[in-house]
């Protein structure tokens, strides 16, 4: 009898803190399975296939396989790199299905947004075309929420966590320090073109007057003066103004208010970041504020994860192996929300076809008449995913995390 | 038989995500003891005292006091203002002295750093000279860790938590995209004139090659090539760089990089912004980097809070109280370490004539040769601070909150 093929996992794109745990769902699955015989991961994501540097998970320990739940990042890495087309360039492709030959791969998951569903997509089509053995899975990642179909994106929900506890923590802080100091204060995240992750910070506030007082989504264009007058007017109601915005806050001619050419103190130019930009604006009508740059910590704070993203995160990891094994293809595991309260949701698969290249904004019906708030549709949306707050063990004051051998299998191909 | 007296406790500075523990502490305290019969809280700090806006903490439900513990921020306001020099201005002193009088107040407890307790010795003296019944105890608490005598301050060890934690979880992250997308990061996070902050972030690394890689702190003169060369060799061994820089980072000159030429009300200048004069340079070597600002978000961040940070703020504010009962006067209470592993402190006090006005850097020994680590003594120094996670509960997926109903006492005096 022939041994059981081997699976390809590979993490692509922007990571977050919960991207290890769709992982920790594949391989524990795979190994439960005497269908698939081991999960091999690509180091830095495809890259690891074209270069045929492949991490043999059958080579670590079970206990801290179990540990990538409570990991953020990417423990195998992560890349931004796009396939080629394949009508323009076959080459990527023969390699890839190569090296998979070659190391009895006959399973291709990859775990990343947009773009990668529509790389796991291309790949799955000429796979078919030549006629190959290989089904190909993708497995939704994005901080950025902004995938199709599913009701939300693994990453998400932990962000939103992050984002939401930081609001109503630093609110707290300006509050008190408001009477003779800082009156307002900014937070930026993320979020280029979808404002899913600002929005969040609407779950911070049980009353009208709670900050976050005013979110600024790329879904609405930027009006200075509307802007200014709002932050006047909470100065003047609350004695204090919290602004929480999105990365891609823009005009409407769609130019980014980070890349509006601003300079500090010496005349430097700054360099992205809307949150300095915000504050300038703020300082010249002469309230002293405090701004925040949140970037990396946000998606990585697995310390202020979301129990629900973190179950969801490795439910569609496992989900993926479970579809992979009963004859699905080209499909991508979609979380479908049964119910707002009690929160219940369960998987479904979703053809890669309508996954790939489709980005999901804010709908209008989520945001307020005057473009600063989140309408309660919207919060009836948002809450269920930042609930729960899953275990995580510290040593020496920091969290614990995996440590993998990540040990190559040996080449059996030329250099690519 | 007379009423027993009152106590008078205000929070002062820059707020910390446990100085509401030290609130916590002086309440609960005082309610224990038959010989002070309640305390009254400064609305915004001293200006409470000065404007006879005071809460009565008779009023709130043991509960809320309770959740103190895990309130950040300032639950009663802070302030940023400093009494003038009593021989230049006696009308402040004299003001306050009226409004104890009139709420019955014999106890003065001033919850701040360095230019609080200045204060606090001021009225102490004042108060002797004037021989009026005022017991005044300091009551330690800054994220800065700039005080004298006490080994650490209340405050610090939470935010030294938060800049570990994020340091480890964002290096996890850069780690996982440097292959082919971000090659250095950079935290910029608290500190003017002290470098404690920046230098916690040491406890992320198990390793030599794990981040943070740079830590820049005010007491080391930074040396642009200096610093550009290290990034260079380190992403050159490493594949990646993690920097953390503290605000007050500052050329041999002691121009800070971040200079934004404001200053605040007790003459401090406003910083702000390191970290994008920092990204600055390292794009300008070609190297593609992130970086966050954590500003307010470090320093009320209660939700990743140190347990060992948590319980001193709480001991800080009940010894102070247990310090006044026992006819301890113009006393601060400070913490003694014991031993360093197993960790061991205690409470004892120190005379705020030797606290005010005192700045302690790092020592020149918990510095690096090269001046961008942190040595073994300094690490063994730090550890124990940010040891414990303390509990906290979440509803709707953020952290709960007291509710303080904040009743004002009726004014007996004219408008100050």
């Not at 307002?184 to 929005?199: D, K, N, P």
Request: proline share 5%; glycine share 8%.
């Amino acid at each position: 009898m022939n041994k059981p093929a081997n699976a390809f996992y590979a993490q692509s794109g922007g990571v977050t803190s919960v991207i290890n745990a769709s992982a920790c769902g594949v391989i524990e699955t795979v190994n439960k399975s005497s269908k698939i015989n081991k999960v091999l991961c690509g180091k830095n994501g495809i890259l690891g296939a074209l270069n045929e540097e492949l991490f043999d998970t059958s080579k670590e320990k079970k206990s801290e396989i179990a540990k990538l739940r409570q990991t953020p990042g990417g423990a195998f890495g992560s890349c931004r790199f796009k396939l080629q087309d394949p009508i323009k360039q076959k080459k990527e492709y023969l390699r890839l299905f190569e090296v998979f030959k070659a190391h009895n791969i006959e399973y291709f998951f990859y775990n990343g947004g947009g773009d990668s569903q529509d790389t796991t997509f291309k790949v799955s089509k000429m796979a078919k075309k030549l006629k190959l053995p290989l089904t190909c899975i993708g497995i939704p990642k994005t901080v950025d929420n902004d995938l199709p179909i599913t009701d939300c994106s693994p990453g998400f929900g932990s962000v939103a966590k992050y984002v939401a506890t930081s609001t109503l923590e630093a609110g707290l802080d300006v509050k008190s320090m408001s009477e003779t100091s800082t009156k307002v204060f900014i937070l930026e995240v993320m979020g280029r073109h979808a404002g899913w992750i600002a929005a969040a910070s609407a779950l911070a506030s049980k009353n009208e007057t709670d900050p976050p007082h005013i979110i600024l989504m790329p879904e609405v264009p930027f009006v200075k003066k509307k802007f200014i007058d709002k932050v006047k007017q909470t100065v003047a109601n609350e004695g204090f103004c919290v602004v929480v915005a999105s990365e891609g806050t823009r005009y409407k001619n769609g130019m980014f208010l980070a890349d509006s050419g601003l300079t500090d103190a010496f005349g430097h130019k700054q360099l992205g970041g809307v949150a300095p930009v915000l504050a300038q604006m703020i300082s010249s009508i002469g309230l002293k504020n405090h701004w925040a740059v949140s970037d990396y910590l946000q998606r990585s704070a697995r310390h202020i994860s979301s129990k629900t993203d973190l179950d969801q995160a490795y439910a569609v990891g496992k989900k993926a192996v479970e579809f992979a094994l009963s004859g699905k293809n080209a499909v991508m595991p979609v979380i479908r929300r049964l119910s707002d309260k009690p929160y219940k949701w369960k998987i479904e698969s979703a053809s890669l076809s309508k996954v790939a290249n489709v980005e999901k904004t804010l709908p209008k019906s989520y945001i307020s008449n005057d473009g600063f708030r989140v309408t309660n549709k919207g919060l009836n949306y948002l809450r269920p995913l930042i609930q729960g707050e899953p275990p995580i063990t510290f040593k020496d004051g920091v969290p614990i995390i995996a440590k993998l051998k990540n040990i190559l299998v040996n080449k059996k191909l030329s250099n690519y």
